[in-house]
């Protein structure tokens, strides 16, 4: 048995009865019209794809043929052929309809007057007194959308609507039904005019009735009940398409595909379930109709529209107040006038949002919400307000074209062109920041940007952290504290993770609380020194000033401990409180043997509180020997001092938040003892897989040889990015000639390819690994005095931009400025990522 025919049938025009719903108020009116002799015109409109065609050639089969003779012509693709060429082909169709002779294309002219003063007097003889021809004028609206191209007088554009009116005038039995794609208040005033005395009516989805009677079509009985619908399920497909008939055939259709998918023996049952599963394809097989009808918005309109889709749900209905809110707190520069004057008016005008209370709406069409949230997001809408000045727009272009070669200087030129043109064009204001920032401008870079921001912060916030980030650096190398605080705070304020900002403010902070813990600890304030190193533990950002700080608060606290029990025992002694004395100083000597305030040692005045108690003599004998034999241990102590003896090696302790990767035994500072690379990786959210997270890196190493106790330095690139993020290897290579020694190299290895390199070399004059250069890329190579880049373009994915890069003075790979900016590539080139294809033309 072969498989039935899908009866839902999609973008083609419906000429008979069959696969043809509703509509049968307008056919109605329609005849109406035409049968009141004073009616010249009629002019059915509504959005693209609602059936309009279908509507017109319903009238030429169903019109009494007694009465009319209905020709139907479609002025797509006309407006630009000249008058007699479009008055030709409607001549021939004309004559087709009535029987007529077609008259000679040559004798049509661009004036009209072959085909009014000879065809029609020709027509009319044809058709009797009482049969009027009805021209059934489709897409009348394309002349005009090409009024505005320079076309010449004679062109249908300019021509064919004044030809229409002269007849009209002139000759009242013809009618003319017009067919447009909008409201006729949106057409030039010419054709508003041409339609002031016309009967006009709104075509829009179909009734209830209708609209199931189309759903159930596969369960007609010359159909063999193909399918069988559940009522929920012809409810659901309703409340997808609200009736609209394009939709409602496309979802049918899709439904069908989906259920003989198959090939089923009987015919398959429909419900919700089939329906919602049917949407996506739906949605896909109609892109191209949803973009055209999508394309007859203006950019206002559209830009409302994609904050709409995104943030209401099904027949979620909300007020316009709410809506520009919400396009505001996406990007200021979304909140212009025709945004929040005329597009929630328009929109609703044009079918596309329902009104539901007083300035209140919701969308129209569930399934052309859910198209914009999927293919016209309110990013890619956005843009299009970069475009509404020509000039603007054709500068920033330019300036993206030397941008792209790298010549920054003629480019922020063009950018400071297009921003004069038109200041709200917000990717030659964000461009120009970007270019500023490259060429170490950082307060004019951040005075963009901060602007940029202002008109959309969500596109803007990268960058200018960035810049605010580098302004920080920039203000900490000239020792401007207060500057650099500023800036962190302004960078934290627009993006609060941060971690280079935080760091570089926390730095600072944390070294002013430490200067501070250290001035009370020295004018042996122990207890207000203690609270302050106990917030630096609480905000130690590694494990080395977690130990040394976490040391100082039990330092400070065993001081202030001692310091009050010592002060207790001297207040005791001053009122001869022996055995509150006693007590106290034994607490101190037992504490520290040799401590001492003021040169009173706590052992003597331990020994002054035993012999003052009063006791009985045999105590006080014993109590004298004991403290004689406790002084004599404190003296031994006091002499040996064997604490200087002791050497702790202290375990390396990963903060929890914190997993070790892997660990190097290297000799990176050349001394001919290897030193530990430990790896890790950090911020390890509690619900991320093990083996993801960036990966950081630290070195321990003995730096005194009198001490076993390993000092940290953090490999930290410029640039303030991590090390790694995939497989991390870490190794001693020769690859800067103008360095002694080796260089420690730490590469991201992804897919067998190097995708991020760091170099690092210990300066013993500065006590640090500093950094000497940091690449990304799709692949890295490196060499002596050489780092090779290639960068997938993402449009041609098989090219890549080769940069070649070589050391400054053999030395660094960054600019002789302290900012974290690399030297300029010394070459670049376009090649094959992978390998040169066997036939260029057909790659992508």
Not at 485 to 490: D, I, M, N, V
């Amino acid at each position: 048995m072969s498989q039935p025919v899908n009866p839902y049938v999609v973008g083609a025009p419906m000429q008979g009865e069959r696969g043809f719903f509703g509509r049968q108020d307008t056919l109605d009116w329609v005849v109406r019209g035409l049968r009141n002799p004073a009616t010249s015109s009629l002019v059915l409109f509504g959005q693209r794809r609602i059936g309009k065609t279908t509507l017109l050639l319903q009238l030429r089969r169903t019109l009494p043929a007694d009465a009319f003779l209905p020709v139907y012509f479609d002025l797509q693709d006309q407006a630009t052929r000249p008058l007699g060429q479009v008055l030709a082909d409607l001549a021939d169709t004309v004559a087709e309809q009535a029987g007529l002779e077609p008259p000679d294309p040559e004798a049509l002219d661009d004036r009209g007057l072959f085909f009014v003063r000879t065809f029609l007097p020709q027509l009319y003889a044809v058709l009797g007194k009482n049969r009027r021809p009805v021209f059934l004028l489709d897409e009348f609206d394309v002349l005009d959308e090409a009024t505005e191209e320079g076309l010449p007088a004679t062109a249908a554009a300019q021509s064919f609507l004044r030809f229409i009116r002269r007849v009209m005038t002139k000759d009242s039995r013809p009618v003319f039904i017009f067919v447009v794609g909008r409201r006729v208040d949106d057409l030039a005033l010419d054709f508003t005019a041409a339609f002031k005395a016309s009967l006009v009516r709104e075509v829009w989805v179909l009734g209830r009735e209708s609209a199931e009677a189309m759903v159930r079509q596969a369960e007609a009985p010359d159909q063999n009940g193909t399918l069988r619908f559940t009522d929920r399920a012809v409810a659901r497909v309703l409340s997808l398409t609200s009736g609209h008939p394009y939709l409602t055939q496309l979802l049918c259709q899709q439904v069908w595909e989906r259920a003989y998918a198959g090939n089923p023996t009987a015919p398959p049952q429909v419900d919700v379930l089939e329906v919602e599963a049917a949407v996506p394809s739906a949605l896909e097989m109609g892109d191209q109709a949803l973009a055209w009808l999508w394309n007859g918005l203006s950019l206002a309109e559209k830009v409302y529209a994609a904050g709409l889709a995104g943030a209401v749900g099904e027949e979620e209905t909300i007020t316009e107040d709410r809506g520009v809110q919400l396009l505001t707190d996406h990007a200021a520069r979304l909140r212009t006038r025709e945004v929040e004057l005329m597009a929630p008016r328009d929109l609703v005008r044009r079918r596309v949002l329902d009104l539901t209370g007083e300035q209140e709406h919701c969308f129209a069409v569930e399934l052309f919400r859910r198209w914009i949230c999927q293919s016209r997001s309110l990013r890619d809408v956005k843009d299009g307000l970069d475009r509404v000045d020509p000039l603007a727009e054709e500068l920033f272009g330019l300036g993206q074209e030397f941008f792209r070669r790298n010549q920054l200087k003629a480019a922020a030129r063009y950018f400071r062109d297009a921003l004069a043109a038109n200041p709200h064009h917000f990717h030659a204001r964000f461009r120009l920041g970007e270019i500023l920032l490259q060429l170490a401008q950082i307060d004019k870079a951040v005075a963009e940007l901060e602007r940029a921001y202002e008109l959309d912060r969500e596109e803007a916030r990268l960058l200018l952290t960035r810049a605010l980030v580098a302004q920080a650096r920039a203000r900490e190398a000239a020792g401007d504290e207060e500057g650099v605080l500023a800036a962190c705070e302004r960078a934290l304020q627009v993006f609060p993770n941060e971690r280079t900002a935080r760091k570089i403010q926390s730095a600072i902070l944390v070294h002013r609380l430490e200067a501070e813990a250290r001035g009370h600890e020295q004018a042996e304030r122990w207890a207000e020194a203690a609270a302050m190193y106990e917030q630096l533990v609480t905000e130690a950002l590694d494990a080395e000033g977690w130990e040394a700080w976490e040391a100082a608060l039990e330092r400070c606290r065993k001081e202030d401990l001692l310091a009050r029990f010592f002060g207790e025992g001297i207040r005791a002694l001053e009122k001869r409180n022996w055995h509150l004395a006693q007590r106290s100083f034994a607490k101190v000597v037992h504490g520290r043997p040799g401590y001492s305030v003021d040169k009173q040692l706590a052992a003597r005045l331990l020994l002054q509180a035993v012999l003052r108690k009063p006791v009985r003599k045999y105590g006080r004998v014993i109590a004298a020997a004991l403290t004689v034999v406790v002084l004599m241990v404190v003296a031994g102590v006091l002499y040996f001092q064997p604490w200087k003896e002791a050497q702790v090696l202290p375990p390396v302790e990963l903060p929890e938040n914190w997993e070790h990767v892997s660990t190097y035994r290297l000799d990176t500072n050349r001394d001919n003892n290897q030193e530990w690379v430990v790896l890790y990786r950090f911020d390890l959210p509690a619900e991320t897989e093990q083996g993801s997270g960036p990966i950081a890196g630290v070195v321990y190493q003995l730096d005194d040889s009198s001490s076993s106790v390993p000092i940290s330095y953090e490999l930290r690139p410029r640039d303030g990015h991590y090390l790694c993020e995939y497989e991390c290897i870490a190794a001693m290579e020769d690859v800067l000639s103008g360095l002694p020694g080796s260089e420690l190299v730490v590469r991201d290895r992804c897919n067998d390819k190097t995708i991020r390199l760091s170099i690092f070399y210990w300066e013993p004059n500065e006590g640090e690994y500093l950094p000497q250069g940091h690449f990304s890329g799709s692949s890295i190579k490196v060499e002596l005095d050489s780092v090779t880049v290639d960068q997938c373009r993402p449009h041609r994915a098989q090219f890549a931009l080769r940069q070649i890069y070589h050391p400054y003075n053999d030395e660094i790979y960054y600019e002789p400025f302290d900012h974290g900016i690399l030297v300029m590539p010394e070459k670049y080139e376009l090649t094959f990522y992978q390998a040169e294809p066997k036939d260029v033309m057909r790659s992508p």
